[in-house]
Every structure is written in structure tokens, then in C-alpha cells.
């Protein structure tokens, strides 16, 4: 016999664990097989409850909660949200680049978004997907999870309106990290914009669009894999604003 609140717990546990998996870009996939969401969910809410989880102190009513229900929902989706912030910051990183080569007109549709990408995009997010679990990111998010049942216990009705106050400088600190990203080739792009112009001007008789388009294309690729190595430490500091921002949000949310 299960003790009184013992269901209700678990069930709060599930709705903030379902809530950042299926909102979390890196577990929430769209073409991932929806049954392994599933025993994701399902396997994660009995591991945490098992390790730190307890029976709420009186069985709350449906309104009550529901009430709790929502709380938990908003803490998940905090935690997804730093995730989808950091990996925002790629997209945009890949976009200015492959606008600045001209790839943005053959956008492919994003499996995972269900919208038109650049292929310059998609590369950038690939890159930083696989960086992530190379480096044991997705068990940053867990642990994130984890240490988010001990900040903010399940069943206690707090406010959450210090979550929202987040926003704006996490998006910040994210975009910051995502230019950097991008800078190098953004940068020689840039230069290779002020060549071209300063082609057409002093020939005007060369179809500029037809040898931009071209060198565009052709520098960009080089570009890209002369600053690969660069891509290291700007994908460290993409990781540690992930880290920062997963720490405000557990802050945030145990006030």
C-alpha cells in the first residue's frame, strides 16, 4: 500500500520531467519515436523520485493540484527554455552566415523544427548537438532536472513570477555567445562584401552578381574551414552560458 500523496507526487515529478522533454531541443526532437519520449519520461520520474522524491504531506485537492501541475509545467519548461535559448543563438549565428554567403535562398525544411533552415544552419545546430554530447551536456540537463526537485521541492505553492525576470538577461548573455560563434566568418565576409563593390565600381563591365555570388560561396566554405579551430572556444562559452543560465533558472526557481 502506497502512502497518502505518494501518487500525487509522482504525478507532479511527471509533468516537470515530460514538460522538459518534450520541450527541450536536444530530448524533444520531432522525428524521434514518440514512445521512447515515453520510457524516457516514464524511467527519469521513477529514478528522481525514487533518489529524492517524498509523499505530499496531505492529499491536495484537484484544484490545488492542478495549481501545483502548472508550477511544475513552468520550472520544466525554464529548464528547456535556457536550451532552446542557447541553441536560438546558433540558428542566428548560422543564418548571418549563410545570408552573407547566399545559402539562405536554398533553405532545406528542419526536421527537428518542422520550418525552412539554411544549410549553414543546420550545420552550425548539427555541430553543437554532437559537441554537446560529446562533452556530456545532455547530462547537464538532467542533473539540472535533479538538483531542480532539491531547489524547488514538488507540492509547494511559491511563487515562480522570479523566473520570468530571467529572460532578458539570459537571452542576452546566449546571443552574445552565439555572435562570437560566427564572428570570424562574419567578419571576412565582410570583407569580401567591401571587394565586391569595389570590383563593380572600378570594372563596371563584370556581371558583379554572378562573380559575388560565386565568391561569396567560395570564400565562405574556405572561411569556414580555415576558423574551425576557433569553433572550440566559442562552443565552450555557448556551453557556459548553458551552465549559467540552467543555475539562475534553479536559483530563480527555489525563491
Not at 524516457?40 to 523520485?49: K, Q, R
Not at 544549410?119 to 554537446?132: K, S, W
Not at 538577461?169 to 562574419?186: D, K
Request: net charge negative; glycine share 10%.
Amino acid at each position: 500500500m502506497l502512502p497518502a500523496g505518494t501518487i500525487e507526487a509522482l504525478g507532479l515529478f511527471a509533468v516537470r520531467t515530460s514538460v522538459l522533454v518534450m520541450a527541450s531541443p536536444l530530448f524533444g526532437v520531432t522525428t524521434t519515436f514518440a514512445g521512447a519520449k515515453i520510457g524516457l519520461i516514464a524511467v527519469l520520474t521513477l529514478v528522481l523520485y525514487s533518489a529524492i522524491g517524498a509523499p505530499l504531506a496531505g492529499p491536495p485537492s484537484p484544484l490545488e493540484w492542478g495549481v501545483l501541475a502548472v508550477r511544475e509545467a513552468l520550472i520544466g519548461y525554464s529548464i528547456a527554455f535556457v536550451m532552446q535559448g542557447v541553441l536560438l543563438a546558433v540558428r542566428v549565428a548560422g543564418e548571418m552566415v549563410g545570408h552573407d554567403m547566399g545559402f539562405n535562398m536554398g533553405a532545406l525544411v528542419d526536421p527537428e523544427t518542422g520550418v525552412n533552415s539554411p544549410l549553414i544552419t543546420q550545420f552550425y545546430e548539427g555541430l553543437f548537438l554532437v559537441g554537446m554530447l560529446a562533452v556530456d551536456g545532455h547530462h547537464l540537463i538532467v542533473r539540472a532536472l535533479a538538483d531542480s526537485f532539491v531547489q524547488a521541492p514538488v507540492g509547494v505553492l511559491a511563487s515562480t513570477a522570479s523566473l520570468a525576470g530571467l529572460a532578458e538577461t539570459l537571452v542576452c548573455e546566449m546571443f552574445n555567445a552565439g555572435i562570437v560563434f560566427a564572428l570570424p566568418v562574419l567578419v571576412l565576409m565582410t570583407i569580401v562584401s567591401i571587394l565586391i563593390a569595389l570590383i563593380a565600381r572600378a570594372v563596371p563591365q563584370i556581371n558583379i552578381m554572378d562573380v559575388g555570388f560565386t565568391l561569396r560561396i567560395l570564400v565562405g566554405l574556405i572561411a569556414m574551414y580555415a576558423f574551425a579551430p576557433l569553433l572550440a572556444p566559442a562552443m565552450e562559452r555557448l556551453y557556459g552560458a548553458l551552465a549559467f543560465g540552467l543555475e539562475r533558472v534553479l536559483v530563480a526557481a527555489g525563491n
